[in-house]
């Protein structure tokens, strides 16, 4: 069974610090990897997404991941946080063939202290 | 370019009631893919739709339907709604059936009484 898991609920940190959110998944086969943020009232903006290749992929805003096979994990990044980046993070998984579906994680929040 | 729309933004309905939701994708992807977010939750999918024939479903019940029309806009209907429904609807689109990049919609925010 596909599952995804987000282990921080709730993380807070301060501007100018760093910032790294952490996912793990269970899934059959090689899946496809997203992280997205949601901002309140928001639909969801897609930061990064890894399909293959390099294991470090860029994405907007400055975040970054990497993808650890052996760890099934895909932990997002960023080396200074912004005030504006306080949102709801979702990492989410999903099929390389077939119906287009993710499945997301429960999602953190992020609170940014100035 | 428009993003994804979605109307209404927000709805009131009451249990056993039935309600309607739109989405519009952006120009030129024919396929949308339904998901529901519950408070406090991650989005949960529901349908994918692609040149008009469901392509794929979630776990819900048959209360939920969809259907895609000609111009690639589409519907999700839910019938005799129950308090466990009231969440945030989100639709996405993508350009093709197979796995491209989602993206997605406001969403609309139903609640029921």
């Known amino acids: 069974a596909q599952s995804v898991t987000q282990p921080d609920i709730h993380i807070t940190v301060s501007e100018g610090a760093s910032l790294e959110l952490r996912c793990n998944y269970s899934?059959?086969?090689?899946?496809?990897l997203f992280w997205y943020v949601q901002s309140p009232g928001q639909g969801l903006q897609l930061l990064l997404k890894?399909?293959?290749?390099?294991?470090l992929v860029q994405g907007i805003k400055g975040f970054e991941a990497e993808f650890k096979r052996s760890q099934s994990s895909f932990n997002l990044r960023k080396p200074s946080v912004h005030w504006s980046d306080a949102a709801e993070y979702f990492c989410?998984?999903?099929?390389?063939?077939?119906?287009?579906?993710?499945?997301f994680g429960t999602g953190t929040r992020l609170t940014v202290i100035p | 370019d428009a993003g994804v729309t979605q109307s209404p933004t927000h709805l009131i309905k009451t249990r056993g009631q039935h309600v309607t939701l739109r989405c519009s994708p952006i120009?030129?992807?024919?396929?949308v893919s339904w998901y529901q977010q519950v408070l406090g939750q991650g989005p949960q999918f529901i349908f994918q739709?692609?040149?008009?024939?469901?392509?794929g479903r979630g776990n819900f019940p048959d209360r939920f339907s969809a259907r895609q029309f000609p111009n690639y806009s589409s519907e999700l209907n839910v019938n005799a709604l129950l308090l466990g429904d009231s969440a945030l609807y989100l639709c996405?689109?993508?350009?093709?059936?197979?796995?491209?990049?989602?993206?997605f919609g406001p969403g609309t925010r139903l609640t029921v009484l």
């Open positions: 996405a689109s993508t350009l093709l059936s197979s796995y491209n990049e989602q993206f």
């Open positions: 739709y692609y040149e008009k024939e469901e392509r």
């Open positions: 120009s030129g992807h024919k396929s």
């Open positions: 890894y399909f293959s290749g390099d294991t």
């Open positions: 989410a998984v999903g099929p390389q063939t077939g119906a287009n579906n993710l499945f």
């Open positions: 899934y059959g086969a090689t899946p496809y």
